[in-house]
């Protein structure tokens, strides 16, 4: 069996991965090569060895053997990242990937495509939102409205410095680069889940983005970090288009946060 065709952001910056013990492999879509992502454990954050190569074959998208909590919305999914320890739950209609699925955006002019930031095991909303074929190469590629996922935070020295920088990474690296001043970052703010998990929530936006290509535009990204059970530093992202008609409201944002929660070992999933 082949490897799937992951959802891409724009830029197409977004992969599909497989979990090996020692390393995340990384099939990155429109590149040249492959990047191997490193992990470090409990809320380390991923690295990328350009120099490694490796084939990646499809992960399982059944979720029921990492755990992970019950829905805490009747009707809503559950998404487990076991290896960061988190839980959160998203309206059905949303896609969730595999456990070692890994989506992330670079600098346009990274030969190397070191990712600015990255998402394990996201769910995504209208994977096909936007189709594209913008440098006339006869690949048609795919554009989603949203997705939501968890980040290891290794190096922050704070909530509110890793919400912030994350959250601005999201809609620079995925909507904005090369331009900064497109950006609004919001001043970080406490936020207490369902759970009871404390920490800080960052929004970012951009405004009057120049639309370079067919799915080009504004966006949007939420975080939410704070501390894991083994007091790591974690956080949970929505990023998606921004300004447009179908744009996911803030109060849906908002209902998934909310559900976020620390992932509990032998818990069934939803």
């Known amino acids: 069996m082949g490897t799937p065709e992951p959802p891409r952001r724009p830029r197409n ?27 470090n454990g409990g809320g380390g954050s991923d690295k990328a060895d350009p120099k490694a190569s490796a084939s990646a074959s499809p992960g399982s998208t059944d979720r029921t053997a990492t755990g992970g909590n019950g829905p805490l919305v009747p009707g809503w999914n559950t998404v487990v990242n076991a290896q960061r320890g988190i839980t959160f739950d998203v309206p059905a209609s949303w896609a969730r990937q595999s456990a070692s ?43 989603p409205l949203a997705s939501t996922g968890t980040t290891g ?11 912030k920088d994350t959250a601005t990474n999201w809609v620079y690296g995925a909507y904005t680069q090369p331009d900064r001043t497109r950006l609004t970052i919001g001043e970080p703010e406490s936020y207490r889940t369902k759970a009871g998990i404390e920490g800080s929530l960052v929004t970012v936006t951009s ?36 300004g447009v008609p179908d744009e996911v409201p803030d109060t849906t944002i908002r209902k998934i946060l909310s559900t976020v929660r620390l992932f509990k070992k032998g818990d069934g999933q939803g």
């Open 13 to 39: 910056r977004t992969t599909v991965t497989v979990v090996t013990a020692s390393a995340v492999v990384v099939a990155a879509c429109a590149v040249t090569g492959f990047l191997v992502l490193r992990d």
């Open 101 to 143: 699925w890994v989506s992330y955006v670079a600098k346009d002019d990274d030969p190397e495509e070191k990712p600015l930031v990255a998402m394990m095991g996201p769910a995504v909303l209208k994977e096909k939102w936007c189709t594209s074929d913008d440098d006339k190469s006869g690949t048609e590629e795919d554009t």
């Open 153 to 163: 935070e290794k190096g922050s020295k704070s909530t509110a410095a890793a919400a």
């Open 207 to 242: 405004s009057g983005t120049p639309k370079k290509g067919k799915c080009d535009g504004d966006g949007k990204a939420v975080t939410f970090a704070f501390k894991n059970a083994k007091g790591a530093f974690v956080s949970w992202t929505y990023v998606g288009a921004h």
